[in-house]
């Protein structure tokens, strides 16, 4: 009798988006899939920023006055 490990039964993390990974090994699938996941992680770090930006000029606001 096998005892279950529960480790078996969690999903597999998707492999991350590597930065100047090579390419060709990739399929047009795996481009695509890549596009999709940069195009997310781009409007992410653009949130950020502007959340950034906004806590800067609200800080800067209050010792101004």
């Known amino acids: 009798e096998r005892i279950m490990d529960w480790d078996e039964q969690k999903p597999r993390p998707a492999?991350?988006?590597t930065l100047g990974e090579d390419l060709r090994t990739l399929s047009v699938s795996?481009?695509?899939q890549r596009l999709v996941e940069l195009a997310g992680e781009t409007e992410r770090v653009r949130?950020?920023?502007?959340a950034k930006k906004a806590h800067e000029a609200a800080a800067a606001a209050v010792f101004k006055s």
Not at 47 to 50: A, F, N, P, S
């Open 15 to 17: 492999k991350a988006v």
């Open 30 to 32: 795996e481009l695509e």
């Open 47 to 50: 949130g950020e920023i502007q």
